[in-house]
């Protein structure tokens, strides 16, 4: 079984930055598929960014379009987190922010569907 909790999240106004942090216990952290998804307002819970392990010594990324470049997702396999440093936020980045976690890649890592164990959440409001 695995655990997340998130925390990092606030009140920014546009063009601000935040870090925000997922501490992961149980399991292999360093093999973690772990990804970040954000549900704002009326819109369904969407992908952020993700990580995944290349089978060597560095890791894949991946970002949604509308976060690239501005975003960026990166892990401490020896404080078992995972981090996603925001930038030039926007209001449209207002959302609550989740961190998820699958123990193993299973093909995909963009999706919900993609993996098990998901943190509670922490809120992000940028203000215009």
Same mark, same amino acid.
């Given at each position: =079984? *695995?655990?997340?909790?998130?925390?990092? +999240?606030?009140? *920014?106004?546009?063009?601000?930055?935040?870090?925000?942090?997922?501490? #992961?216990?149980?399991?292999?952290? %360093?093999?973690?598929?772990?990804?970040?998804?954000?549900? #704002?307002?009326?819109?369904?819970?969407?992908?952020?960014?993700? @990580?995944?392990?290349? $089978?060597? &010594?560095?890791?894949?990324? /991946?970002?949604?379009? %509308?976060?690239?470049?501005?975003? @960026? &997702? %990166?892990?401490?396999?020896?404080?078992?987190?995972?981090y996603l440093q925001m930038n030039n936020l926007q209001p449209d980045d207002t959302a609550i922010y $989740?961190?998820? #976690?699958?123990? /193993?890649?299973? +093909? +995909?890592?963009?999706?919900?569907?993609?993996?098990?164990?998901?943190? =509670?959440?922490? =809120?992000? @409001?940028?203000?215009?």
């Amino acid at each position: =079984q *695995v655990q997340l909790v998130e925390s990092g +999240g606030g009140l *920014v106004q546009a063009g601000g930055s935040l870090r925000l942090s997922c501490v #992961a216990s149980g399991g292999t952290f %360093s093999r973690y598929v772990l990804g970040w998804f954000r549900l #704002a307002p009326g819109k369904e819970r969407e992908f952020v960014a993700a @990580t995944r392990w290349n $089978y060597g &010594i560095t890791y894949y990324e /991946r970002y949604a379009d %509308s976060v690239e470049g501005r975003f @960026t &997702i %990166s892990r401490d396999n020896d404080r078992n987190t995972l981090y996603l440093q925001m930038n030039n936020l926007q209001p449209d980045d207002t959302a609550i922010y $989740y961190c998820a #976690a699958q123990p /193993r890649f299973q +093909g +995909g890592w963009e999706s919900r569907q993609d993996y098990d164990f998901w943190g =509670q959440g922490t =809120q992000v @409001t940028v203000s215009s």
